[in-house]
């Protein structure tokens, strides 16, 4: 995996932020992802390690990124976990969705979502904790 250092202050579109994850994690992760309107937040509609490089924490340290962009940026994230398999999975999955932050929305599970932790004005601020994503 490359190490590239991600700093979230000179990321000015979303499209240079999917870029940079690409690269980040070229040879690691199949992902799908979106910056939608009304209102306006983050869609990821695949997220797929690849076989050989599961267990490692690559899908936590994808997660860690993109939640560090949602954050530094004030966007809520959605989701709809899809588990590979059995009902097991499906209680895998969603404890590692609930780890950073996801909630089913209200009577369903299907949709998952996760709202900024820390409002833009503060995140934005100089020299804050969350300038730059973490480095792998």
Known sequence: ???LK???GKIKTFAQFEKLLEKKYEKTIEFTLSLD????HLSLDRLEVFQKKRRQGIGTKFMTDLCAYADYNGYRVE???VPLSSEIERNRLDGFYHKFGFKYRKKQRTTMIRCPRKPKEVILQPDSQWQDLPVY
């Open 6 to 8: 991600l700093k979230l």
């Open 1 to 3: 995996m490359m190490n």
């Open 37 to 40: 309107e009304d209102p306006i």
């Open 79 to 81: 989701l709809m976990p």
